[in-house]
């Protein structure tokens, strides 16, 4: 028997070239058969949803106090603004500050009146050009500002018949930072016993302690929250300048409400203790308060 013929190398290469060309089957099959995704069970996803919910709870105080604090920081800047804006006033004018109110106590209001020059000359139409914007005047209803350096970022007023039927801030507009009345008090409301009404303009070197002294703070636009949160303040936010009745607590620091206040020096300090409930009548500070009044009389 002849043994068998050794293979070729031709041979060995044809069938090397075959087995590429058919394959491996095993490899093949898993292309045509691709293992099925792996899903989430229901327990799983409960869970997922568990830990979202959780990590939510914890993020989501936070948030709204970061919220709040920029809002309160972004009040501060606004009244620091309105500071230096009376500064730039009153190195134009002698040293005098603009008048603390506007037409809006004329009578009939919103008018020019002849008895009340003084009112022509209201900070929220003099200062404003000092900051890039146009004065309070020059809004038509309907259009009065409600954000910028005008207003308190967390201030709201409520529906027009919330207030005085006189007073509609829906289109009148309204005042969520209010200057200081008793810096210029040329009226009788509220005038220490003895004493007599003072110049309409104030001038700040005659100022016993521009650090102490108030010229701006937030009013509060709830008339449930005047006279000391007894209500009855239907005009909350109407005028430019009001007493202590007026002030407004929006920002909250360690658990309690309070407010942004602006200087005589320009500084801004957040209070909550300038409602003072021992006093007769709380309106009218205490003759010789430096907090309101700007000089000894």
Avoid at 22 to 42: C, H, M, Q, W, Y
Wanted: net charge neutral; hydrophobic share 35%; proline share 8%.
């Amino acid at each position: 028997m002849l043994p068998e013929k050794a293979p070729s190398a031709a041979l060995g290469r044809n069938e090397a070239v075959a087995r590429v060309r058919r394959g491996n089957p095993i490899k093949d099959s898993a292309r045509r058969f691709p293992a099925e995704p792996v899903a989430f069970t229901l327990v799983e996803l409960l869970v997922v949803i568990a830990v979202i919910g959780i990590l939510a709870g914890l993020l989501l105080p936070a948030l709204t106090k970061a919220r709040a604090r920029a809002m309160e920081v972004k009040c501060a800047a606004n009244l620091r603004s309105w500071g230096q804006a009376f500064y730039l006033y009153a190195s134009d004018y002698n040293g005098y500050l603009p008048h603390a109110d506007d037409e809006g106590r004329n009578s009939p209001p919103f008018t020019y009146d002849a008895r009340h020059p003084e009112h022509e000359c209201c900070y929220v139409d003099v200062l404003p050009p000092y900051m890039g914007q146009r004065p309070w005047r020059n809004y038509a209803n309907g259009q009065k500002p409600t954000g910028g350096v005008w207003q308190c970022p967390l201030a709201r007023p409520l529906p027009d018949s919330a207030y005085s039927a006189s007073f509609k801030p829906s289109s009148q507009g309204y005042h969520s930072y209010v200057m200081n009345s008793y810096l210029e008090q040329d009226f009788l409301f509220g005038l220490p016993y003895g004493g007599s009404l003072q110049p309409s303009f104030l001038k700040l070197e005659f100022c016993a302690s521009t650090s102490k002294t108030i010229l701006m703070f937030e009013q509060t636009l709830d008339p449930s929250q005047g006279y000391g949160q007894a209500g009855g303040f239907n005009i909350a936010g109407c005028y430019t300048a009001e007493d202590a009745r007026a002030l407004g607590e929006r920002h909250r620091h360690m658990g309690g409400l309070g407010s942004n206040v602006l200087y005589l020096d320009g500084h801004v300090d957040w209070r909550n203790d300038l409602w003072n409930r021992t006093l007769v009548n709380p309106r009218i500070p205490t003759r010789g308060d430096l907090t309101w009044f700007p000089y000894y009389y």
